[in-house]
T-cell receptor, first 113, second 112 residues
Framework: DGGITQSPKYLFRKEGQNVTLSCEQNLNHDAMYWYRQDPGQGLRLIYY???????QKGDIAEGYSVSREKKESFPLTVTSAQKNPTAFYLC????????????FGPGTRLTVT | EDQVTQSPEALRLQEGESSSLNCSYT??????LFWYRQDPGKGPEFLFT???AGEEKEKERLKATLTKKESFLHITAPKPEDSATYLC?????????????FGKGTKLSVKP
């Protein structure tokens, strides 16, 4: 079955540590995205990538970094510079082009204490 | 400022009681409106895409419609398994290809 996988489902880290969230897709989609979801707020875009070895900042990129070395993979690193890292993180992918819908993974809940 | 507003924030229905969820938008050039369903602790599940005013899409008990200023998600004779948060998102012209603007969602509860 084609889909998007995110791991782990739950992640706990101490303040000051960097942490990397995994996102893999086997839908053969060119574009991939990272969103953050907080209670009472809409999804907010962190980073997106339309092609391998290229990515752009979204609305809330500060304190995050990404890489896109393979078409199937788009890992997100939450750095110690991110002031409020505790959140639900969602990865998505879509076909190339602005008109296509995005498909989401199951999410990773990150808790930083 | 481009904005997407969903109402109501929460909706409680009895099983079989039909109703509608609203998504209104003020954006500069709509290039697509997307509806998603999200269950607690899970990623959003894609439901519909609407591109132009007057367009309608249906799936089981759900029907999505689009006007120039808003979209409605009509739920006919809902069942408890329809309970979820429904998200609306828009893509605008001139925006980056990555940028969907999401509403905050409507949490639907259907009681048996």
């Amino acid at each position: 079955d084609g889909g998007i996988t995110q791991s782990p489902k739950y992640l706990f880290r101490k303040e000051g540590q960097n942490v990397t969230l995994s996102c893999e897709q086997n839908l053969n989609h060119d574009a991939m995205y990272w969103y953050r979801q907080d209670p009472g707020q809409g999804l907010r875009l962190i980073y997106y990538s339309q092609i391998v070895n290229d990515f752009q900042k979204g609305d809330i990129a500060e304190g995050y970094s990404v890489s896109r070395e393979k078409k199937e993979s788009f890992p997100l690193t939450v750095t110690s510079a991110q002031k409020n890292p505790t959140a639900f993180y969602l990865c998505a992918s879509s076909r190339q082009g602005a008109i296509y819908e995005q498909y989401f993974g199951p999410g990773t809940r990150l808790t930083v204490t | 400022e481009d904005q997407v507003t969903q109402s109501p924030e929460a909706l409680r229905l009895q099983e079989g009681e039909s109703s509608s969820l609203n998504c209104s938008y003020t954006v500069s050039g709509l290039r697509g409106l997307f509806w998603y369903r999200q269950d607690p602790g899970k990623g959003p599940e894609f439901l519909f895409t609407l591109y132009s005013a007057g367009e309608e899409k249906e799936k089981e008990r759900l029907k999505a419609t689009l006007t120039k200023k808003e979209s409605f998600l009509h739920i006919t004779a809902p069942k408890p398994e329809d309970s979820a948060t429904y998200l609306c998102a828009v893509r605008i012209s001139g925006g980056s290809q990555g940028n969907l603007i999401f509403g905050k969602g409507t949490k639907l509860s259907v009681k048996p």
